[in-house]
């Protein structure tokens, strides 16, 4: 299909991806579908600064450049999906998550939304891309206001989250942490 804006027109593959995926929301629209499908009212709760029609925009963009595709489940539910091709830019959001947590994160702003879940899969793949390996099997539960609760573990081999409480085999690994925060969404 053919664009209807020029690009950077500079042949460069780094300036054609951008093309494709730098648009605003782009990688986060990425970022949200790797954990699964989606349907719109779940990525609007998500990505919750975005008006209804710039995801709507950034929806068709993505669809058309083929890194999405959408399924229509029923006539009024549309669940949204990565391809192939936006499958493989997972690499670059873990890559991005761990630049992020290393240069570009402090507190949360006031009126920024805070997703917990979101947090802590950026911390699981943080870990996982820094090669933290402990000598042991770990579990950590990390608690946030509202009753939320979610677990780190680290099973020898990699870093992954559950939500809720799960503690490992050996309790004697199992930690506890609780984080207090104003904005729960």
Known sequence: MARSRIGYQHFCPAARALEVIGEKWSLLVVRDLLAGPRRFSDLRRSLTAITP?????????LEEEDVIER?????????????????????????????GIDHALGRPRPGEAFHPGRALDGVTRYLDRRGVRPAHPVAWTVRFAGDRSYTLRFDGRSWWRQRGESFSAHPEF????????GNNT
């Open 53 to 61: 029609k710039g995801l709507s925009a950034r929806l068709r963009a």
């Open 71 to 99: 399924e229509a489940a029923s006539p009024r539910e549309v669940w949204y999906r990565l391809t192939a091709k936006g499958q493989a830019l997972a690499p670059v959001i873990d890559a991005l998550l761990v630049w």
């Open 174 to 181: 199992a930690r506890r942490c609780t984080f207090k925060s």
